[in-house]
């Protein structure tokens, strides 16, 4: 591995109280997956990201086939976009089983990319922009 590859290779989460602690960031919905992000507020260390099928989609082998999908789309393109000092945790949906492999590189990148989507919540109290 050269210096480069270490600057746009993503570590994994590995533990459930890492994966609890990246619900408490920002969610993005999408039609393929759900994409949640923390900012650990350390710019220096690497990115992050986790993966996670529930046994709702489908048998074994059909999960395990969402997680290397999943796994191949970070690899080759998502992660040049992930931000050092975040978290990243992709929640698979079943469409991510047959949707072309092209669409699933391109959401997630637009994903990672795109900022919070505050569509159906509640502004913070005190944060009213009209008053």
Known sequence: MTSNDHKTTAGRLKTRPQF???????????????????????????????FTVTKKHGNAVERNRMRRRLKEAVRLS???????????????RREL??????RLTK????????????????????????K
């Open 78 to 92: 998502a992660g040049f976009a992930m931000k050092p000092g975040h978290d990243y945790v992709i929640v698979a």
């Open 97 to 102: 089983l047959t949707a072309p492999f092209e």
């Open 20 to 50: 609890l602690k990246v619900r408490e960031g920002e969610k993005r919905k999408g039609p393929l997956f759900l994409l949640e992000v923390l900012d650990r507020q350390e710019p220096e260390s690497a990115p992050r990201v986790g």
């Open 107 to 130: 959401g997630l990148c637009d994903r990672i990319e795109s900022k919070q989507n505050n569509y159906g919540r509640r502004p913070a109290p005190g944060k009213n922009d009209g």
